[in-house]
T-cell receptor
Framework: GESVGLHLPTLSVQEGDNSIINCAYS??????FIWYKQESGKGPQFIID?????DKRQGQRVTVLLNKTVKHLSLQIAATQPGDSAVYFC??????????FGPGTRLSVLP | EAEVAQSPRYKITEKSQAVAFWCDPI?????LYWYRQILGQGPELLVQ????????DSQLPKDRFSAERLKGVDSTLKIQPAELGDSAMYLC???????????FGSGTRLTVV
């Protein structure tokens, strides 16, 4: 059968534009969420986190939005740069247990 | 900046051979995790340690995989015998407390031929 993993969702954006990467999480009990960035051949790198008592959190050029009603998380990257090209994963955690990672989205920044 | 150290970075092994990976977490991080990441997918937990004790190894294929963290610091993950389907990136991560965000190492890319 087809391997879903070989068809990673891809988002292509022009350099300088804003990017929005979406994630549907699975556990309604999850109360802590992290976005990770993974460049080719490297381990995931922490970008930004948010707890369930918040619906928005901002960092440097990045914003995470949380909609608990529909179990949706998004990562917004402002003024996307070539160095932002990577695979982005959302990870969810419930009650201080282990993080569960989503399938990832590949961001490709076009010159 | 403190890092999680992993070695080797790359490993090619023949099927049925034994292979081992090493991880040194950030100093003071009591919780250590081994994840497996198949190409194009998100990381999946294999085993979690709290100090020297295994907290969760429910997803570890125990017929061929083993992990230890004898002194509660560095850790070794072993596969014996390796199978073709074990080809993946093996990631180590650590955190100060369970439920904190992880810091990942650069991983070991395993290719089984």
């Amino acid at each position: 059968g087809e391997s879903v993993g070989l068809h990673l969702p891809t988002l292509s954006v022009q350099e300088g534009d804003n990017s929005i990467i979406n994630c549907a999480y699975s556990n309604s009990a999850s109360d802590y969420f992290i976005w990770y960035k993974q460049e080719s051949g490297k381990g995931p790198q922490f970008i930004i986190d948010i707890r369930s008592n918040m619906d928005k959190r901002q960092g440097q050029r990045v914003t995470v939005l949380l909609n608990k009603t529909v179990k949706h998380l998004s990562l917004q990257i402002a003024a996307t740069q070539p160095g932002d090209s990577a695979v982005y994963f959302c990870a969810e955690c419930a009650y201080g247990q282990n993080f569960v990672f989503g399938p990832g989205t590949r961001l490709s920044v076009l010159p | 900046e403190a890092e999680v150290a992993q070695s080797p970075r790359y490993k090619i092994t023949e099927k049925s051979q034994a292979v081992a990976f090493w991880c040194d977490p950030i100093s003071g991080h009591a919780t250590l995790y081994w994840y497996r990441q198949i190409l194009g997918q998100g990381p999946e937990l294999l085993v979690q340690f709290q100090d020297e004790s295994v907290v969760d190894d429910s997803q570890l294929p125990k017929d061929r995989f083993s992990a230890e963290r004898l002194k509660g610091v560095d850790s070794t993950l072993k596969i014996q015998p390796a199978e073709l389907g074990d080809s993946a990136m093996y990631l180590c991560a650590s955190s100060f407390l369970q439920g904190d965000g992880y810091t990942f190492g650069s991983g070991t890319r395993l290719t089984v031929v």
